[in-house]
């Protein structure tokens, strides 16, 4: 294993790895292949210490920068960075719930190459986890398991397992309980591994199943409280939720580079597509998505540490929010490359339609998009009355949204089932309008004004919605609305907070990168819940997408991320 290094170098390395492995990662996904050499390339350069925390003998301390990394694998490979990634999910109910005992023990498997996997689903029963079937009897001082988990990622290949099993026959949220299983440890025939499946993206990974037949496991293996399964599962879930946007985020870089390239070196009448408006314009929307959901992560993963009882809200909407924007621009510019976007060998290896499939499957990662909406309209009263009352934590929000802020460990303690006070985030966007209005910006202003006010709209029309097991698709519309909020929210403060220290470096300067992003926000806003949005002059919005693009192709020049944020080094964030 190489040195220990900060995030930003190491992301290099991973750039430097995954990125010239192009061809053979094709022809993995050709054959279903599992990425073996890649994977364990990945642990040669440490990444695995990246998911213990630093308290266990990790290097894991800033969620800012566990983003940054899971991004780098996203714009490289999405089938590595998933087999590689589930690791961290695998693991995390330890670091909330484990005894100091089950922690160590994990930390030492996972720093020295375990591969871990997290077994919630069963088969017919999908995301509604308390219908979950496979039970743990108490026995013999410890556990007997019987039942099945599929389909899980690392199921096969993972030599331990968070296992979330029935405890009291009635079920219910204090019917269940998690256990960390060794699969060294068990009996010979009392686990089998279910077969392989088949999937259209992703294809590498390990997406497997597993049954236990009688598996006995030592009192030691519960994690946490006999009931409080579900519970702890709620709270990993919304780290694990904002964690996956940063392959979001990742697959979104990897598309616009692969657009852009082909944008600047394909010619039609010996001139570049890249400098006909149509295509300058799909550009630059691309890219404006892309800072749009960047911020929204940053911010999301920043918030872990600093605003941890409002995480409920924040990975819901980050976890809806991000592979639905991916997918349209994905969309957008697989329409712009047309049949290059399909080939599965001769343009770009096939990236492209790989990166499409792959991308498709996020989604329904860690709860798909409608149950992460629904997780959000559960928590509507909450939302709409802080945000009414402008209830805030200020100081949460200031290491939030300021990137030089050190980041304190999670404090595990803190996460909530359910967030008593709102979102700070949005309910506090409001304050951020002195500081856009002295940038002398009108348009600028025009469009923070907006999706402000925006907010506002969205806000009131939820506190009108009771709760529903089964809410009306007016209550999923608002939930999108909200997410589009958050993201324009996101942006305004970290601007708030940062463009004194960055205004010289690209793309701040002229408050590029905000204009371009809450441009994309308030264009998918619906006026009909928002209002009617500003009006600007063609000249403007060319001029707009023209800036946006001359930094695209910059930033393309060169590996590594296409990222507003490249004037701090997040290992100044974080404390080591």
Known sequence: MTEPQNATALAAEIDVLLGGAAPVLAELDRASAYPLTQLAGLDELGLPAQYVPREHGGRLESHQELFELWRAMGRND????????????????????????????????????????????????????????????????????????????????????????????????????????????????????????????IRGADISGIRFDGAHVGGSALIGAPGGGAETVLKALQLTRTMCGALSVGATEHALRLATRFAAEHRIQGRPLVERPFVRSLLARGAATLLAVEAAGVVGSRAAHALTGEMSVVSAVLKALAPTLADDVLGRLGDFLGARSLLTELHEHGAFQKLARDHAVLAIFDGSTPVNRHALINQFAAIAAGHAAGTADRDGLAVT????????????????????????????????????????????????????????????????????????????????????????????????????????????????????????????????????????????????????????????????????????????????
């Open 401 to 576: 949204a300021g990137l030089a802020a050190p980041l304190a460990a999670v404090p595990w303690a803190q996460l909530r089932a359910a967030s008593r006070r709102g979102c700070s985030v949005v309910a506090s966007a409001r304050t951020t309008l002195p500081a856009v209005d002295a940038a002398r910006n009108a348009e600028l202003s025009a469009l923070a004004r907006h999706t402000v006010d925006a907010a506002d709209r969205v806000c009131a029309a939820m506190a009108g919605v009771r709760p529903n097991r089964r809410p009306a698709m007016y209550a999923h519309d608002l939930a999108q609305q909200y997410e589009l909020c958050f993201a324009a929210a996101a942006a305004l403060h970290l601007w708030t907070a940062n463009h004194a220290a960055a205004r010289e470096a690209r793309p701040w300067a002229g408050e590029l990168w905000l204009t371009g992003a809450l441009r994309d926000i308030v264009r998918r806003l619906d006026p009909e819940l928002c209002g009617d949005a500003p009006r600007f002059a063609p000249a403007w919005h060319e001029e707009l997408d023209d800036r946006l693009v001359d930094w695209l192709l910059r930033a393309t020049e060169r590996p590594g991320p296409i990222s507003a944020f490249g004037f701090v080094r997040h290992s100044e964030g974080s404390h080591g």
């Open 78 to 201: 999405l089938s590595v960075a998933v087999a590689h990634a589930k690791t961290y999910l695998g693991s995390i109910c330890v670091w909330i719930a484990g005894s100091p005992e089950q922690a160590r023990g994990l930390a030492g498997a996972v720093l020295g190459g375990a591969r871990v996997g997290w077994a919630l689903t069963e088969p017919g029963h999908g995301a509604d986890l308390l219908a979950g079937e496979l039970t743990a009897v108490p026995e013999d001082g410890g556990w007997r398991l019987d039942g099945t988990k599929w389909p899980i990622n690392n199921a096969t290949r993972g030599r331990l397992l968070s296992v979330l099993a029935r405890t009291d026959e009635r079920g219910g949220g204090r019917g269940f309980g998690l256990f960390l299983v060794d699969k060294d440890e068990l009996a010979p025939g009392s686990a089998t591994p279910l077969p392989k499946v088949d999937t259209l993206g």
